[in-house]
């Protein structure tokens, strides 16, 4: 069974940093393309960034370009986004996904963790 299992959302001052966590279990994790997408209160699932099996390929949203740098480690199965410079605007439910061909919204993902950027 497939497991993605997000951590370290949270209330942060705009400006601040939060690094989120995803631990994958019951696939090839190494061998598949991961990504970060967020939806916030009211709206659709947006893309944030993906990167490569390898970490060779990185690419992010022109939205938190600069901003936010996604990570993995093959060896624990393990995503990462680390995320400053956080703007109001970055407030959202942020999840893990295994990318795969169509909409974000049809890629298979967990349950999602919330982050807040207010002051």
């Known amino acids: 069974e497939v497991q993605l299992v997000e951590s370290g959302g949270g209330l942060v001052q705009p400006g601040g940093s939060l690094r989120l966590s995803c631990a994958a279990s019951?696939?090839?994790?190494?061998?598949?393309?991961m990504s970060w997408v967020r939806q916030a209160p009211g709206k659709g699932l947006d893309w944030v960034s993906t990167?490569?099996?390898?970490?060779?390929?990185?690419t992010y949203a022109d939205s938190v370009k600069g901003r936010f740098t996604i990570a993995r480690d093959n060896a624990k199965n393990m995503l990462y986004l680390q995320m400053n410079s956080l703007k109001p605007e970055d407030t959202a439910v942020y999840y893990c996904?295994?990318?795969?061909?169509?909409?974000?919204?049809?890629?298979?993902r967990g349950q999602g963790t919330q982050v807040t950027v207010s002051s």
């Open positions: 996904a295994i990318s795969a061909l169509g909409s974000p919204s049809t890629w298979t």
């Open positions: 019951g696939f090839s994790f190494r061998t598949d393309v």
């Open positions: 990167i490569s099996s390898g970490s060779g390929s990185k």
